[in-house]
T-cell receptor
C-alpha cells in the first residue's frame, strides 16, 4: 500500500531550465508535506515543506505546490544547476508534530551542463 | 553543532549474527526515528523513540528487531540473527518536539553475507 507515490523514477533537464518533480498521495489525513534531497552514500537533507493549509511555499530556487483536491504536490527548481543532481524524495506526515514520515520511492534528477 | 551521527557507516555481518546500529541525535533533540531503505526503494519508517520510551514501533518487524533510546548514550537499533533480507541502509533522524523537520544521519549500510 504505497500512500505516497513518485511515478517518475528519473528526470533529466538542461542546466538553467526548470525541473519539475511530482508526487501523489492517497491519504487525505496527511497535513504536512516535505521534500528531501539525497546524494549517494549520504542521508536525506531537508529541502522545503508545505502545510496543507497552504498551496504554495517558496524558498530561493525551490517552490513546492500543493493541490489538495488532486492529492498532488510538485517541486519546482528554477534555474536548475548541475549540483542539484540527486535523488529527491517526497514525504508526508499525518501530524505537524512528528518525524514519522511516509516517503515516496524517489526521483533521480540529472541536470546536464 | 554536530549533526546526527550514526556508526558504524558500514557493517558486515554473517547470517545468524547480531547487528547493532548506533545513533546520536543532534544536540538538544530528544526525539529519534529509525528508517530502513531497501535497494531501489524509498525510506520506510520503523520506530519512533523518546528518551527511555518507545512511542511508535508500528514499522518494526515483529521478530528479531528491537530499539532503545536510553537516558544516557545513543539510540541503538538491534537486529538479532540477521538474514540476507536485512541488508539495507538504516537511517536515523532526530527532531525537536513539535518540529516536523527531521534531520537525518548519513546512515549505516548493513550487508549480510
Amino acid at each position: 500500500d504505497q500512500q505516497v507515490k513518485q511515478n517518475s523514477p528519473s528526470l533529466s533537464v538542461q542546466e538553467g531550465r526548470i525541473s519539475i518533480l511530482n508526487c501523489d498521495y492517497t491519504n487525505s489525513m496527511f497535513d504536512y508535506f516535505l521534500w528531501y534531497k539525497k546524494y549517494p552514500a549520504e542521508g536525506p537533507t531537508f529541502l522545503i515543506s508545505i502545510s496543507s493549509i497552504k498551496d504554495k511555499n517558496e524558498d530561493g530556487r525551490f517552490t513546492v505546490f500543493l493541490n489538495k483536491s488532486a492529492k498532488h504536490l510538485s517541486l519546482h527548481i528554477v534555474p536548475s544547476q548541475p549540483g542539484d543532481s540527486a535523488v529527491y524524495f517526497c514525504a508526508a506526515s499525518g501530524s505537524s508534530n512528528t518525524g514519522k514520515l511516509i516517503f515516496g520511492q524517489g526521483t533521480t534528477l540529472q541536470v546536464k551542463p | 553543532n554536530a549533526g546526527v551521527m550514526q556508526n558504524p557507516r558500514h557493517l558486515v555481518r554473517r547470517r545468524g549474527q547480531e547487528a547493532r546500529l548506533r545513533c546520536s541525535p543532534m544536540k538538544g533533540h530528544s526525539h529519534v526515528y529509525w528508517y530502513r531503505q531497501l535497494p531501489e526503494e524509498g525510506l520506510k519508517f520503523m520506530v519512533y523513540l523518546q528518551k527511555e520510551n518507545i512511542i511508535d514501533e508500528s514499522g518494526m518487524p515483529k521478530e528479531r528487531f528491537s530499539a532503545e533510546f536510553p537516558k544516557e548514550g545513543p539510540s541503538i537499533l538491534r537486529i538479532q540473527q540477521v538474514v540476507r533480507g536485512d541488508s539495507a541502509a538504516y537511517f536515523c533522524a532526530s527532531s525537536y518536539l513539535g518540529d516536523t523537520e527531521a534531520f537525518f544521519g548519513q546512515g549505516t549500510r548493513l550487508t549480510v553475507v
